[in-house]
């Protein structure tokens, strides 16, 4: 009873004052509880300046749970306005139960390219439920002061890019490269994932793989695991028992010359390394060649279909879809870089290194994320295991593949 | 004929026992098994009787990782059995010798790492154990035996041994707390008596303690294999679901939790995982069942 009077005083307080202020307010559903502070007071005060009619409330729960609790909220109908959205299967469920909007209409999303905006579209390309927010990059993050004191320069080439770890383990100072295979994902994500699209020529080969027309025992998907296979001897001692964690560390504690990377390391790298940094991007077979970079989406933002403020909510999502969100956000969280065709411009020098590589390669997402991964055997997994057996010789690059595409061929049709 | 009085006070004594454990264990147990019988097509489950299992045993993409995990199991329960079970009762005969000094330091000593959690156990052997910060490689440097140290945990060779042998590192403390205690109930006339007989030392031990505490090892034993063939935390802690290097260290457990709820982009199948967990049940029940009927019923038993 004293729950029902309560109940009824907020509500009518809730009426009178909307109908008094005529204010939305715009909950935002989101597994980042990491980025609460900077959504409160950058980017919310930001969007409200401009909008002053429009409240929006950040409300992030715990990464693990995200997903689960998403989905309990908006069966139960009180799930907020606007969904973060992870990318590929999760969200493209979500939008076939009808709990998000198709956005295809808003104007906005010509901000973004088809790559970006494929992380969250029907498979057919014909339905975009989710503004793209961020993405991560692949490629090389490098010890400055190693490669001065060694006279070392920023490879291009796979050549120079063997030539150079073949330099740093002959002088013996510095581990050529920070990466283990005990956690797996590390070899598949930052080793064949991250040089591979130079081979398969990005989306062109995706794509094709996609539907069927490349197959995994194809030179250019298997040419990455003979690469790797090269990789092992320049790995630390005991790499078969390095984790992640123990990569980063001997990394930023000036152990290792060159650190496989995703872009997501930079802030964290930034606070623990005390050398200068620097990248490069996946050297290319040949100099000259068009290189392709691994420009992973990770991060988009939708809207939910059972909204009260629909209108309120295209509003903002039509902002973060602006240059001014891509600025605040990707200069706030170095390494997650805005996915908007619009150029940003980047403090952080690492970060605006990285980012500047889409103006000299063609971006590509991970081969395995889109269709491929949804049956059994689930070909991400697979890469994972398939790349560590290759860096440690323990099987042929073409066994490896052929494993792979039977695997695949085993429950994809277009492959059969 | 006096009619027996039906005696409604051992129901309700038994009643809240058996409501609790049906709810929270019997009723789960069918569920799974049930669960197992069925498969999702389209958002809707549908009825398949034994497909799942079929699936499981004959597919050759399941029944390569159900028979790699079950092969990684029996290597798990085998490395107990030779290692775990033996020392424990050495210790413990070593602990019930009457001149022993300091007997109960050793016995917590041994005993504490049972009781500590499989997620400190995991994390501090990785770290032992790894080839950058671990204490084994300088150790083994400082003896000079440094060529024997290997990234064990890394390859595909020795990872579950090692495994295994943490995992006897752990729990070597239960096999000897129980042979202990079944050593000292042992009465003094017997050995005495055998004593004056001539059985004296290592003699009385094989010839009058071992057979006497027989059966508390093959309570022993079967407590080991079931614990062995349930076992998951110890490889989900280092090796992660994946049970590397290349599902090497997979064993039924994980096999089952990486099917059940899912890995990474791979979705959770609740109907695969129960079939796993099915198959679990079965092997356990079929190993206890031949203990109890098999070995047990011909166990000769002495009374003290």
Not at chain 1, 150 to 177: C, N, Q, S
Request: hydrophobic share 45%.
């Amino acid at each position: 009873m004293k729950r029902k009077v309560l109940c009824l005083a907020l509500m009518s307080t809730a009426l009178v004052t909307s109908a008094y202020a005529q204010e939305a307010t715009l909950t935002i559903e989101s597994w980042r509880n990491d980025d609460l502070a900077l959504w409160q007071d950058k980017i919310i005060p930001a969007f409200e300046a401009e909008h002053p009619g429009i409240k929006v409330v950040f409300s992030p729960s715990a990464p693990a749970e995200y997903n689960a609790v998403l989905n309990s909220k908006l069966e139960a109908g009180s799930a907020g306005d606007l969904i973060t959205c992870r990318p590929f299967d999760a969200s493209l469920a979500l939008y076939e139960g009808g709990h998000l909007t198709d956005l295809s209409d808003l104007e906005a999303m010509g901000n973004f390219s088809d790559v970006a905006k494929s992380a969250w579209q029907t498979d057919d390309g014909s339905a975009s439920f989710c503004v793209p927010m961020a993405s991560v990059i692949h490629g090389f993050i490098y010890n400055k002061d190693a490669f001065n004191e060694l006279g070392i320069e920023v490879p291009t080439t796979e050549a120079e890019f063997f030539a150079a770890l073949d330099k740093i383990k002959e002088d013996g100072t510095y581990i050529p490269m920070a990466m283990g295979t005990n956690d797996q994902w590390e070899a598949a994500t930052m080793g064949y994932n991250n040089i591979g699209p130079n081979y398969w020529k990005g989306e062109e080969g995706r794509l094709a793989l996609i539907k069927g027309e490349q197959k995994l025992t194809d030179p250019q998907w298997v040419a990455p695991y003979a690469t790797l296979a090269k990789w092992g001897p320049y790995l630390g001692d005991g790499y078969e028992a390095q984790t992640y964690p123990d990569s980063q560390n001997l990394f930023t504690l000036g152990r290792a010359a060159i650190y496989p990377a995703g872009s997501w390391e930079i802030s964290g790298f930034n606070t623990q390394a005390d050398f200068e940094m620097g990248a490069f991007k996946p050297p290319v077979q040949n100099a000259g060649d068009t290189c392709y970079i691994s420009d992973h989406t990770d991060i988009g933002i939708g809207l939910n279909a059972a909204s009260e403020n629909q209108e309120a909510a295209r509003t903002f999502l039509a902002w973060v879809a602006s240059p001014e969100f891509a600025s605040i956000f990707g200069n706030a969280l170095p390494g997650f870089f805005p996915l908007s065709s619009t150029p940003v411009e980047l403090e952080d020098p690492l970060a605006k290194e990285i980012v500047g590589w889409r103006d000299e390669c063609e971006s590509t997402i991970r081969s395995t994320y889109q269709i491929l991964s949804r049956g059994t055997p689930n070909l991400e997994n697979e890469t994972w295991g398939a790349s560590v057996a290759a860096i440690k010789g323990a099987e042929s690059p073409e066994a490896l593949g052929q494993k792979l595409q039977d695997g695949l061929a085993s429950w994809y049709a277009p492959h059969q | 004929m006096q009619t027996r009085r039906i005696r409604w006070h051992i129901a309700v004594f038994l009643a809240p026992a058996v409501l609790v454990y049906t709810a929270v264990m019997i009723f789960p147990l069918f569920n799974t098994l049930r669960l197992a019988l069925f498969t999702e097509v389209d958002q809707s489950r549908i009825y398949v009787g034994l497909q799942n299992f079929r699936t499981l045993f004959f597919d050759p993409i399941w029944s390569e990782q159900f028979w790699n995990a079950l092969g990684n199991n029996f290597w798990f329960f085998l490395v107990h059995m030779l290692v775990q079970n033996p020392i424990g009762v050495a210790l413990a005969a070593i602990l019930s010798h009457p001149r022993l000094r300091f007997a109960a330091l050793y016995r917590s000593a041994i005993f504490i790492p049972t009781i500590l959690s499989f997620v400190i156990v995991g994390f501090a052997w990785k770290l032992i154990l790894s080839p950058l910060w671990g204490i084994a490689p300088s150790m083994l440097d400082a003896i000079g035996l440094k060529s024997l140290f290997a990234p064990w945990l890394g390859k595909e060779e020795y990872a579950l041994t090692t495994l295994a042998l943490v995992s006897v590192w752990q729990f070597v403390g239960i096999p000897m707390m129980l042979i202990y205690a079944a050593l000292l109930s042992i009465p003094e006339e017997i050995l005495e008596a055998g004593e004056i007989d001539g059985i004296t030392g290592a003699s009385a031990f094989w010839k009058i303690k071992l057979p006497l505490i027989l059966p508390s090892i093959g309570i022993i034993s079967i407590l080991t294999f079931v614990g062995n063939f349930n076992a998951f935390d110890l490889i989900y802690v280092s090796q992660g679901a994946l049970a590397g290097p290349d599902f090497s260290t997979d064993i039924l457990g994980t096999f089952m939790y990486r099917t059940f709820f899912g890995f990474q982009l791979q979705l959770g199948d609740p109907h695969m995982g129960s079939a796993i967990a099915g198959a679990m049940f079965a092997i356990i029940l079929v190993g206890v069942c031949i203990y109890l009927f098999g070995i047990q019923t011909r166990m000769r038993r002495y009374q003290l």
